[in-house]
């Protein structure tokens, strides 16, 4: 079955960027009709999502964020990633990856466990 799993620091300083990757197994990022997703939640807020990358190798930004926002995907490693520059507390969260079965669908039928980062001095 598809797994994912998020890996990048925890921790990361104010105004720097920050950088994670979602390594996919059990099935191909490149498989229509599948769009593979960045999603975050901070403490006490509703989860939010960040941007996503489809199989087609298209990619999305939320507004507010694609001024600061860059995903990208590596076929031949089978993963994506999520680089957020510029980062302030306010970025703080837990980041999930997760699959959802076309670009525009919000049903996230598959998720990593999450990652915690934290931006802090």
């Known amino acids: 079955q598809v797994q994912l799993q998020e890996s990048g620091p925890g921790r990361v300083s104010p105004s720097q960027t920050l950088s994670l990757t979602c390594a996919v197994s059990g099935g191909s990022i490149t498989t229509s009709p599948y769009a593979w997703n960045w999603i975050r939640q901070a403490p006490g807020k509703e989860r939010e999502w960040v941007g996503s990358?489809?199989?087609?190798?298209?990619?999305y930004y939320k507004p507010s964020l694609k001024n600061r926002t860059s995903i990208s995907s590596d076929t031949s490693k089978n993963q994506f990633s999520l680089l957020l520059s510029s980062v302030t507390p306010e970025d703080t969260a837990v980041y999930y990856c997760?699959?959802?079965?076309?670009?525009?669908?919000?049903?996230?039928?598959?998720w990593g466990p999450g990652i915690q980062v934290t931006v802090a001095s």
């Open positions: 997760a699959r959802a079965n076309n670009r525009w669908s919000e049903d996230y039928d598959i």
């Open positions: 990358v489809v199989h087609d190798g298209m990619i």
